[in-house]
């Protein structure tokens, strides 16, 4: 065993799945198992913890967290799913400054999460998880700064976790690449049929506030047009800079028509789901939320309602009926079999969570990787924003390669850019 004070390990997966979930789980674990360090995998991420009293509410093994062996990682790495559950219990949720850490009521079930921690005898919490997770570890690891000099310290490294791929840090997050290869391949069902129909698919993809995965699967999956928050503009925008439905409808007719023009009568227009968050506040706010106070995406369908928008558009213009569809895609890639490159990524983040932790014997540092699957340690303050105390997402940046890349490859309806070759796809 190496020498380091970390002897005993807790992991917590919180947040939506993603693939290649199991594949980080089991790499960090079987990393200090085989250093004879022991591993404690929490269920349902922070919803256990969060409850704990040392009376009334005591976390018990089997039942609220599991003890990992050496059998639990056989075969593990490409299993679907997420072998300790998650849930989006976030017990930061609510507070925005340091200073309401030492508020009784807002830092309650932080407090509960670490006396839990120590009543358990954990040295170190690998916590896995999006941007709202990174922000309770940040919390969590300032909470213990406030406590007495003597007080029990338990370390905080975190791993990113998202399909969205919106995250500051890191180049790609795992499960991203399987979410687009996924839906990349039901969006060519969808082309297939809108050229046997001679249709078109408004497809919405998940991706929250940012185009990563819209864009990846437009790109991937021959879209002709692909549309996510960073592309708002004038030509999209209400006289407020809202998102205007109408001028978003008749984008897509545009393209229609213009794709027409060249014989091509079917398509398929990528949206994210994210565009809903731009529509006007008056239609936000009659809009379904979930429990936490954030659009309900699933219950909006913004791809039917554009669908519909486009298909009265097409009508009213030309006197002829066009089948519009609207689909929404998202759910079936979140437990999908993980990509090769998930796998591999998922394994190097959940190893460098014990060469954080036993070789580098960092605290308060999220796990990095870049170029060829390079470990890089990032500290907490780089990632979290220092006016709202919580961790920012990453979009697209107008005008990189990326976002170029999409323009060029789907059908254009005015002139030739300045940095395309002259022949474009049609």
Known sequence: MSESPVKRVGIVFSGGPAPGANAVISAAA???????????????????????????????????????????????????????????????RGIRSFDELGHPEKSAKLRNVYKALVDLDIDALITIGG????????????????????????????????????????????????????????????RADAIATGSYFVVETMGRKSGWVSYGVAIAGEANLVIAPEDMNGTLSDDNGRLSLDKLAAKIVDLIEHREKKGKHYGTVVLAEGLAELLPDEVLATLPQDQHGHISHGKLDLGKLVAKLVADLYSERFGLAKKVSGVQLGYESRCAPPHAFDVMLGSQLGVGAYRALVEEQLDGHMVSVSGQLDLRYVPFEALIDPQTRLASVRSIERGSDFHRLARFLETRTDEVLSWSPARRRE
């Open 131 to 190: 941007d709202g997770t990174l922000s309770t570890a940040n919390f969590l690891h300032e909470l213990q700064k406030r406590l007495p000099p003597k007080a029990r310290r338990v370390r905080l490294v975190h791993l990113p976790k998202t399909i969205d791929n919106d995250y500051r840090g890191i180049d790609f997050t795992f499960g991203f690449f399987t979410a687009v290869d996924v839906l990349t391949k039901e969006l060519l069902n969808l």
């Open 30 to 92: 079987s990393a200090f198992v085989e250093d004879g360090r022991e591993v404690v995998g929490f269920f349902h991420g922070f919803s256990n913890l969060q409850e704990y009293h040392p009376v009334s509410r005591r976390l018990l093994p089997d039942e609220h967290y599991r003890i990992f062996e050496r059998r639990d990682f056989s075969g593990l790495r490409n299993a679907r799913g997420v072998l300790i559950g998650t849930s989006r219990a976030a017990p930061g």
